[in-house]
């Protein structure tokens, strides 16, 4: 198998990985809840590929791909830890996989709506060419099917994500009235929304891509994979999401001081801190001279001229060599045992506060430090970390009001897909489903759509 697969795979996992990170943040930013831990956004390439557990390039490749789709679940549905990565038997089962070719074709239904494929097709054919020119190689055809098969699961997961909150909210706006009550109630969200759309987001798209016309937009996007109708509709499934997610979590939730002390409490180790330290420092190196004579005398008159002066910060910009020196030689807040110098430690944690040392020698050069403020080891006061406290607690409990969001999203809107185990709760794509969402997207798309009875 050619070497060059190899970095194909890299490439194409990059791409995924990229894609989903960014789609994780915007959702985080756009429902206004935080993002996941840093875990599940950090992905180490080099430790896959040198896995011992990894043979050959096939399963290097396979498994990079997969990894990023878990780092998707991981990010935006909560419901896996990056740690639950596909195995080889899921690589396997995905080899007798037949993608569609037709966009029209129905890879999910959501609800009563239907997901096509070619809402996300583009966007693979486009990462994936992009890759392979820059391959510059052979690539093998099932290595590139099997890439475009995870691409498809984890975009095809980021569509459903949003049309369950789209769903969600136009439930909760209409209950269970009948069909032609929540036609109109979807007509008229779905107008809103595509007024917010041209009003800020194509706006922003425009100016973004330095067009001047509609058109002109379009045919950007259709370079990048995706067009000005599939980023209308994203931003419109995005918006309702927005708004059912606004009905349902505080993203200012109360916290009390009760709560605040009993996480003060129960978390101690969180707020015990060494022996720390503030000084001003004086500072010439050796190799900055030709003898430690030299030297002496320079520190010497540092020394002696902020003294008399009264200005040692002033002196320390003018003439000290350390990397403070610019900030006036000031070390804000250090911990005992963290300096480089085992002789600058223990003289800053020994010598007494506001008064200047004498000339201190270590392996660097010659020191002169006064002591601002030092404080021994022990519990940070909760006044100090009760603003910090309070922001933790408030971010759990968004956390907390989401999950429990998301969980009634998944028990109030059916879902049924193509990968049906990438999404909890949802079940395989029937035929006679496909074929009647098909019908119903036709149906849709002519002139006078007909009407339910």
């Known amino acids: 198998m050619p070497a060059s697969f190899v970095l194909v795979a890299f490439a194409v996992a990059a791409e995924a990985v990229a894609v ?78 037949s993608l569609p070719d037709d966009p029209a074709a129905v890879i999910a239904v959501v609800g009563q709506s239907p997901i096509l494929m070619g809402e996300i097709k583009p966007k693979i054919d486009t990462r994936i060419e992009k890759v392979l020119e820059k391959a ?16 498809t699961r984890a975009l095809l997961a980021q569509a459903i994500q949003r049309r369950m909150m789209r769903e969600s909210y136009l439930i909760d706006q209409v209950g269970t009235q009948d069909a032609d009550k929540r036609r109109e109630a979807d007509e008229t969200l779905q107008a809103k929304a595509r007024q917010m759309f041209f009003e800020t987001e194509m706006a922003e798209l425009m100016e973004q891509y330095d067009v001047q016309t509609a058109s002109e937009l379009d045919e950007k996007l259709r370079e990048k994979g995706t067009s000005l109708p599939i980023r209308q509709r994203e931003f419109v499934d995005a918006m309702l999401g ?70 040692m910060q002033a002196v320390a910009k003018e003439k000290s060599q350390e990397p403070f020196a610019s900030s006036g030689g000031l070390h ?16 800053i944690f020994s010598l007494p506060t506001d008064a200047m040392s004498q000339i201190i020698e270590d392996e660097v050069g010659y020191h002169i430090v006064r002591v601002l403020e030092r404080e021994p080891a022990g519990m940070t006061p909760l006044s100090e970390v009760q603003d910090d406290i309070r922001a933790i607690i408030r971010d759990r409990k968004i956390a907390e009001a989401q999950a429990e969001a998301m969980k009634s999203v998944r028990q109030s809107v059916p879902v049924w897909s193509l990968f049906h185990n990438d999404v909890p709760g949802a079940r395989p794509l029937p035929d006679a489903m496909i074929a009647a969402a098909e019908s119903s997207t036709a149906d849709a798309s002519s002139p006078n759509p007909p009407r339910s009875r």
Not at 247 to 266: C, F, M
Not at 296 to 305: K, L, N, P, S
């Open 20 to 97: 989903l990170k960014a789609w994780s943040i915007r959702f985080a930013e756009t429902f206004d809840l935080p993002p996941c831990g840093n875990h599940c956004h950090e992905f180490d390439m080099h430790r896959w590929s040198s896995s011992p557990a990894v043979p050959g390039h096939r399963r290097v490749a396979a498994t990079l791909l997969t990894a990023s789709f878990a780092v998707f679940l991981g990010s935006a549905l909560g419901e896996r830890t990056c740690a639950e990565q596909p195995g080889a038997l899921d690589i396997e089962a995905l080899q007798s996989v």
């Open 136 to 151: 510059g190689d052979y690539v093998p055809e099932d290595q590139v099917r099997l890439a475009r098969i995870q691409m």
């Open 242 to 311: 927005h708004l059912f997610i606004r009905g349902k979590v505080n993203k200012d939730p109360a916290v009390s001081l009760a709560e605040i002390l009993r996480y003060y409490q129960t978390h101690q180790e969180e707020f015990h801190h060494k022996a720390r330290a503030r000084w001003e420092q004086l500072t010439v190196r050796f190799d900055r001279f030709a003898t430690r004579k030299e030297a002496y005398d320079a520190i010497w008159a540092m020394g002696r001229e902020a003294f008399f002066g009264g200005n």
């Open 332 to 347: 804000d807040w250090t911990n005992q045992g963290s300096l480089a110098s085992r002789v600058l430690d223990e003289q």
